[in-house]
């Protein structure tokens, strides 16, 4: 699943994510439910984040009406939404799927994507190279990669342990740009019945829902 998610705010917030699911030669990366999926944390960020909905875009093959998260949709995409981000923007891009390295370099796995073929996948120095030249006065860039489901196991290539060449690599970030990952390197990103869309994405997203003051939800530490 690629989610991205490009967010402009006025105070300036755009949100952009690409989510992977149905690899083609990949394990399946979990999008979620209807009550808690990836289109649901994109929900918080309007509501809860304040996101204008017209500056939050999900690209996902979980979904029906968007296109294919193929790598010229997620390049395209993410070259259109860094060149059009303004100075007073605050913009997240978000991705949900496989990382891999090729030939010496992280890449991101598009939904084509083979994991031994380099041409075939995103390269992260040119998703950095975007957000580089990007004008936003706040850029996150979140890669929840490494998915793994206990209960499902590793089917097929992609779900293994982040590497630690690619952690190395996404923490080498331009100037200005903020890197989160789910996991550090020999670890997972765990999916779980209890949390569909992934520990890491599920975390946020209950984070982000508003709970009463003096509530037991509230007064929760966030480990």
């Known amino acids: ?3 991205k998610n490009l967010a402009r705010n006025t105070t300036n917030m755009s949100n952009n994510a690409e989510s992977l699911s ?6 399946i990366v979990q999008h979620g439910n209807t009550w808690k999926g990836l289109d649901q944390l994109k929900r918080r960020f309007e509501v809860n984040l304040r996101f ?5 875009l999900q690209i996902t093959d979980a979904l029906p009406g968007t296109p294919a998260p193929t790598k010229q949709v997620i390049e395209n995409n993410i070259e259109a939404f860094t060149s059009s981000s303004r100075a007073q923007d605050c913009i997240v891009l978000w991705f949900t799927g496989h990382a891999a390295l090729a030939e010496d370099k992280a890449c991101l796995v598009p939904i084509e ?3 031994d073929t380099p041409a075939s996948l995103i390269p992260l120095e040119t998703v950095f190279k975007s957000l580089k030249a990007c004008k936003a006065r706040q850029k996150v860039l979140v890669l929840d990669v490494c998915h793994y489901s206990p209960s499902v196991g590793q089917e097929r290539p992609g779900s293994d342990p982040l590497a630690e060449a690619i952690q190395k690599q996404a923490l080498d970030a331009p100037e200005g740009v903020q890197v989160w990952l789910p996991c550090q390197k020999d670890e997972n990103s765990f999916e ?3 949390y569909p869309m992934g520990v890491f994405a599920s975390t946020l ?7 009463p003051a003096g509530s037991e939800e509230r007064e929760k530490p966030i480990d």
Do not use: A, K
């Open 205 to 211: 997203h209950d984070v982000l829902v508003p709970h």
């Open 22 to 27: 149905m690899y083609c030669t990949c394990s």
């Open 1 to 3: 699943m690629v989610l």
């Open 192 to 194: 779980t019945d209890e």
């Open 113 to 115: 994507g083979e994991l």
């Open 52 to 56: 204008p909905s017209n500056q939050t």
